[in-house]
């Protein structure tokens, strides 16, 4: 049996009937409303529409009925609070008893108002039940072989009347019945569509709840790079919030400036980008939609931090203990070999010898910094951590570096908001500092305000800036900042400020280069006192 409407209760609206049918009942009671004046006005010409017009009060109360019961017919219609068929279907019964009066009152089936139950026949078509289609057209047949016949009784009417009236009937049959098939059709689409949409959303659930689940941030652009989909740990890599088809420089600049080198079809970096307070270092990969990549794509970024961090330690876990011991047994002789190049340089008697002598000591001392920096290693979990007042020390340290390295007063500038207190290693935190301060000083301009240290207090974190006005670093080099062992400088030992790092998470902190267009700066993230 063809159902499209599923047995409810009453006052509730089946899901399965289609919004285009609502809208067909609508457009109907709209019609009945209009019928009913329409035949009224009709009425008060009777003498020029219609050839027999014996009950003229009659039929304008049955006006006046028909056009009451059709706007008490609209309000349940619009507001859906019945079972499409069950509304159907007592409209239909009106419609058949109020037309085929009409009809009688106006002279009969020849007066073609018999013709508006076409309109009637067409909507009960929409019903799911063949049975109940053919029952009401039945009803209207009958109804207009009944008023025939009450014709040919009381007024003497002809026969063949009956035949149009039969012509009429046949004509009910087929409007009903190809309405029927019609609607058949649509609700056949509408339960295919349905069924479609249902697919296509659970689809989007699914593929929701996976790109929520996955280890990875994934982004999901349009061809012109707007966002439609992401996951939590995009979000939280990029350290933003997304809102509907927002473009990519939104969450990073970087990240929609390497989209547009892919979009180009260009090589990307392999080299990875920072973002984020945090500094994270992340690589993205585009993974296209379709060949020509206009159509969009899926970005897939991995943050790199973490895995870097792990591969050092391991690297240097084998090495570690290796390089303190040759550290040790190196200092004796070191010591040695100062001594004796001291002596010498008291007893030359030339300047050939001085100079000699110099070149061992300048050399002697380039090795003991690696053996200090070498043992540095093993320090990072001998941490007393303290309250330190910032200001106060930051002074200290700027004063102590002025001192060592002859550097002017003038050329650190200091800037701490308000009075903010750290949990930190002092001894930690000096030798943090020394290794930029120095870094800083190295590739400076040397004027006054070269070096800029600027201290800001957060509700649990304080960053410390130093930043200096010489040249930034290269993107290709950043990766490697914090790797032991890598120097461009000839006199350097490549442990600098991966010690400081070092140092600075073993005191719960964090140290990372900030990328800025007018020098190079470092930022030293700590936590706040009390410890």
Not at 83 to 99: K, P, T, Y
Not at 100 to 116: Q, T
């Amino acid at each position: 049996m063809n159902t499209a409407v599923a047995a409810v209760e009453p006052g509730v609206t089946s899901p399965e009937t289609p919004e285009a049918f609502w809208r067909s009942l609508g457009h109907l009671n709209s019609f009945r409303v209009f019928l009913a004046v329409a035949m009224g006005a009709a009425g008060m010409l009777a003498d020029q529409t219609f050839h027999r017009f014996d009950y003229p009060r009659l039929f304008q109360a049955t006006c006046a009925v028909y056009l009451f019961v059709a706007l008490l017919f609209r309000r349940p219609a619009l507001a859906r609070r019945d079972r499409f068929e069950r509304q159907v279907s007592r409209q239909a019964l009106v419609d058949i008893i109020c037309i085929a009066l009409l009809m009688h009152l106006s002279g009969g089936n020849s007066s073609g108002v018999g013709l508006l139950l076409i309109v009637t026949l067409a909507a009960a078509g929409m019903l799911s039940e063949t049975r109940m289609v053919l029952f009401w057209s039945a009803a209207a047949t009958l109804a207009i072989l009944s008023e025939q016949i009450i014709q040919v009784v009381a007024f003497d009417g002809s026969a063949g009347g009956f035949a149009r009236a039969g012509f009429l009937s046949l004509g009910l049959f087929a409007s009903a019945l190809l309405s029927h098939a019609l609607a058949k059709g649509a609700l056949a689409a509408s339960r295919v569509a349905a069924e479609k949409i249902r697919e296509a959303e659970s689809m989007e659930r699914i593929n929701e709840r996976v790109i929520q689940e996955l280890p990875y941030a994934v982004i999901v652009v349009n061809g012109e790079g707007a966002v439609l989909q992401h996951n939590a740990r995009a979000a939280e890599l990029l350290d933003v919030r997304f809102f509907f088809r927002c473009g990519l420089g939104h969450g990073s600049p970087r990240l929609a400036e390497m989209w547009l080198r892919w979009r180009a079809g260009e090589t990307q970096p392999a080299y990875p980008f920072q973002v984020g307070r945090e500094g994270r270092r992340l690589r993205a990969r585009f993974i296209e939609l379709e060949t020509t990549r206009r159509e969009g794509a899926v970005v897939v970024l991995e943050d790199l931090t973490d895995l870097e961090a792990q591969a050092q330690r391991m690297k240097l876990a084998s090495l570690g203990l290796l390089t303190a011991n040759l550290a040790h047994e190196i200092r004796n002789p070191l010591s040695a070999i100062r001594h004796a190049a001291g002596m010498l340089r008291e007893e030359a008697k030339d300047a050939m010898a001085a100079k000699l002598s110099g070149i061992i000591d300048n050399n002697a001392e380039r090795l003991n910094w690696l053996v200090e920096d070498v043992l540095a290693l093993n320090r990072r979990d001998r941490v007393a951590r303290e309250n330190l007042p910032l200001a106060e020390h930051l002074r200290s340290l700027v004063e102590q570096y002025g001192q060592r390295e002859g550097a002017p007063p003038d050329s650190v500038m200091l800037q701490v908001i308000g009075e903010p207190a750290i949990c930190f290693d002092a001894a930690h935190l000096e030798q943090i500092f020394w290794n930029l301060f120095r870094n800083a000083w190295r590739y400076c301009r040397k004027h006054p305000g070269s070096i800029r240290i600027r201290a800001v207090a957060a509700a649990t974190k304080v960053d410390v800036d130093l930043s200096n006005d010489g040249p930034g670093i290269p993107r290709e080099l950043q990766t490697r900042l914090f790797e032991p062992f890598y120097t461009t400088d000839k006199a350097g030992t490549g442990l600098g400020l991966y010690i400081a790092r070092e140092l600075a998470e073993a005191n719960g902190a964090s140290l990372r280069y900030v990328d800025i267009p007018d020098g190079a700066m470092f930022r030293l993230t700590c936590q706040t006192a009390p410890c």
